[in-house]
């Protein structure tokens, strides 16, 4: 018996493709459904198979962006060998990810234990999603929206890429919560800070789901959920990305705020009443 059976790896992907980019913690949306088909959230085997399918959504982030990526990434190799080149944004863009991804990944390295641990609990998650409601209408109403995606900087890049650590540590943040709402108080607008959370997650979120995939396997998930949760949630996160890039267009994020604090009082009733296991 596998920890995760093939049809909870659907419905866990699906989950995690709507949830990855949403600002609304997809980790946090994850625990609670496996919460709610007694699946342990702490599990060694479950923290790793979280992660391995968020690779299904960054996949999805690549095909969607590819002729970006591209462009961005030629741009990092002839900047290598032109020195001409290395005055593009463009170059200068790939380097910023990259020092931006540093801290996340030191923070996660060090705090693991506690990460697979403690603050893996449903209390936490519950706690995380209202919290980062508050901060996320603060900084929606705080930002002025004149920036666009050509007029950020090394400063924006590393503000926003060490907001990570918040949704790391604390499963229901949400890491697009996280790093959206800290672009938007560096007046970038919606869809910029939408744009910029979507690429900073690359490095990141892959990195993550490549470290976990031996944790996933051998402690007790088997191949077969893992692949069609990955794929699941790689073809739901592509629709997601879509929607949302669209919407960030025209609307606030006051839907998510209000959509994070109900599912948050939500969660804390059902762990108050025992409905749910912490």
Not at 213 to 242: C, E, N
């Amino acid at each position: 018996m596998t920890a995760i059976s093939v049809g909870q790896a659907v419905i866990l992907g699906v989950v995690e493709g709507v949830t990855e980019f949403l600002p609304v913690s997809s980790t946090g949306h994850l625990k609670i459904a496996e919460g709610l088909m007694d699946i342990p959230v702490d599990d060694k085997s479950v923290v790793g198979f979280s992660a391995v399918i968020q690779v299904g959504a960054i996949a999805a982030v690549l095909v969607y962006f590819f002729k970006d990526i591209k462009r961005i990434v030629s741009a990092w190799f002839r900047g290598l060998t032109n020195r001409e080149e290395r005055y593009h944004h463009d170059y200068k863009f790939a380097w910023w990810v990259i020092a931006a991804t540093v801290p996340i990944v030191l923070v996660g390295l060090a705090a693991k234990p506690l990460i697979d641990g403690p603050l893996a609990s449903l209390w936490v998650v519950a706690g995380s999603l209202i919290v980062g409601s508050g901060v996320m209408w603060c900084a929606d109403q705080m930002g002025r929206h004149k920036r666009g995606e050509d007029d950020t900087s090394f400063k924006d890049a590393m503000w926003v890429g060490c907001s990570q650590i918040l949704a790391l540590l604390f499963p229901g943040f949400s890491r697009s919560g996280a790093t959206m709402s800290t672009a938007l108080v560096l007046d970038l607008d919606r869809v910029a800070a939408t744009r910029l959370s979507f690429f900073l997650g690359i490095p990141a979120l892959t990195g993550a789901g490549i470290y976990e995939l031996k944790d996933a396997l051998g402690a007790g998930v088997g191949a077969a959920p893992l692949a069609v949760g990955t794929l699941v949630s790689f073809v739901v996160a592509y629709a997601s990305i879509a929607w949302l890039l669209k919407f960030v267009a025209k609307h606030s994020f006051n839907a998510f705020v209000i959509y994070r604090i109900v599912i948050g009082v939500a969660l804390l009733g059902l762990l108050g009443t025992g409905v749910l296991n912490a």
